[in-house]
């Protein structure tokens, strides 16, 4: 079973740009997740999606940040413009769930974005 | 709002050391409780899970029990090896029905021969 794909890997910004990261998760999964992780910190969730609907964007900083998921399967994460402070590693996770309780999530290496 | 404290690292072993890393939560309700493991250059896999107080989960040598009286699930395991040296997360599941992971801010373990 393939796993949680992203790209880029890598990518080097200067502030002020905008930037844009893909995730295709695990095929069948209907949650979808994007965390932030700072250098030295735990993942922080960003948005969730369940199919193709927002279920919690409290932590996303909407007046830079915007996500979608189209047709409930990939997704796409942009920043735009880019603040010193987003230089993270942004993760995507899926889960099989689709509706209440828990279940394991997976996750995609990640892309580690520098803002200069 | 929930949250997760871990044992400030890093934490570095001898091969055969035994290893507890502590973790204790703060959470309204009753979260399912999971560690986290990050190899170098890899991304975040699940290590083990509990999701009722008193279940242990393991894996790999692994072990942690929750301990809902003390709010805790630290994890051990009895004789560590080199290939375990990693970035260690714990993490809870919000349990408001959006199950998102709240993780604290990792544990690095490095294994010395």
């Known amino acids: 079973e393939a796993g949680v794909a992203q790209s880029p890997r890598y990518k080097i910004i200067e502030k002020r740009q905008s930037v844009a990261f893909w995730c295709n998760p695990i095929?069948?999964?209907?949650?979808l997740y994007w965390y932030q992780q700072i250098l030295g910190q735990g993942p922080k969730l960003l948005i969730q999606?369940?199919?193709?609907?927002?279920?919690?964007d409290s932590q996303l900083p909407k007046d830079r940040f915007s996500a979608e998921r189209l047709k409930g399967v990939d997704s796409t994460l942009k920043i735009q413009p880019a603040k010193l402070e987003d230089s993270a590693v942004y993760l995507c996770a899926s889960n099989p769930l689709d509706g209440g309780g828990t279940d394991t999530q997976y996750f995609g290496p990640g892309t580690r974005l520098t803002v200069l | 709002g929930d949250s997760v404290t871990q044992m400030e690292g890093p934490v570095t072993l001898s091969e055969e050391a035994f290893l507890t890393i502590n973790c204790t939560y703060t959470?309204?309700?009753?979260?399912?409780l999971f560690w986290y493991v990050q190899y170098p250059g890899e991304g975040l896999q699940l290590l083990l899970k509990?999701?009722?107080?008193?279940d242990k989960g393991s894996n790999k040598g692994f072990e942690a029990t929750y301990r809902k009286e003390t709010t805790s699930f630290h994890l051990e395991k009895g004789s560590v090896q080199v290939s375990d040296s990693a970035v260690y997360f714990c993490a809870l599941s919000d349990q408001g029905g959006s199950e998102k992971l709240v993780f604290g801010k990792g544990t690095k373990l490095t294994v010395n021969p």
């Open positions: 095929s069948g999964h209907a949650t």
């Open positions: 959470a309204t309700g009753y979260p399912s």
């Open positions: 999606f369940q199919n193709n609907g927002v279920v919690d």
């Open positions: 509990a999701t009722k107080a008193d």
